[in-house]
C-alpha cells in the first residue's frame, strides 16, 4: 500500500512501428505485491496493421491502466517523450483549454487517444518517468520486445482512430 492507501502499481510501457507511419504494436508490463508479499507481473501487448509509434506509446498507456481493477497510486515509466511531457510539462492541460490546439492553431494529434487517456486515468494517482529507451533498462526492453513481436503478428487489428 502507498501513502495514500491506495494499492501500488509500477508499470512500464513502449509503443512501436516498423515505419511511421505503419504496422505497429504496443507493450506494458504492470507489477505489484499480493497481501502476501508476492509479485504479481502481468504483461499486455496487441498489434495494428496502420499506425503511428506515438499512438502506440499512448495506447500502452491507456490499456495499462484500463486493466486495473480499482483505484492506485500507479509509477508508470515510458521511454516516450511524447507522452511523458505531455502530462509533465502540462502540454496536455493546455490543449483541453485551447479546444485541442496548438499554438499554431493545428489540430493536436491523436485527440481520440488521448481522450481516452483522460478517462481511464481519473481513479488513478499516476506519476510519469520518463527512462532512455534502448539503455539496457530491463522492462524497457521488454516492452520493447513485446510492441515489436505484437506488431510482427499476423492478423493485425485495424487502429480505427488512425487517419
Not at 490499456?63 to 505531455?86: G, H, I, R, W
Not at 481520440?112 to 481513479?123: F, G, P, R, T, V
Not at 532512455?132 to 505484437?150: F, I, P, T
Amino acid at each position: 500500500m502507498s501513502k495514500n492507501n491506495l494499492p501500488k502499481v509500477i508499470i512500464y510501457t513502449d509503443g512501436a512501428c516498423a515505419k511511421n507511419p505503419g504496422a505497429g504494436g504496443y507493450g506494458a508490463i504492470l507489477m505489484f505485491k499480493k497481501q502476501n508479499g508476492e509479485v504479481v507481473e502481468k504483461r499486455l501487448s496487441r498489434g495494428f496493421s496502420m499506425t503511428t509509434n506515438n499512438r502506440m506509446e499512448l495506447l500502452a498507456v491507456i490499456e495499462a491502466l484500463n486493466s486495473l481493477k480499482k483505484p492506485c497510486e500507479v509509477q508508470l515509466y515510458s521511454d516516450s517523450k511524447y507522452v511523458t511531457e505531455a502530462i509533465n510539462q502540462k502540454w496536455l492541460e493546455g490543449w483541453i483549454n485551447k479546444n485541442w490546439k496548438l499554438n499554431s492553431k493545428n489540430p493536436v494529434k491523436n485527440i481520440d487517444l488521448w481522450k481516452k487517456y483522460i478517462e481511464a486515468s481519473k481513479i488513478h494517482t499516476i506519476e510519469f518517468i520518463w527512462v532512455k529507451g534502448h539503455n539496457s533498462n530491463k522492462y524497457n526492453e521488454l516492452c520493447d520486445k513485446l510492441a515489436v513481436e505484437a506488431r510482427s503478428c499476423a492478423n493485425l487489428e485495424t487502429d480505427t482512430g488512425f487517419k
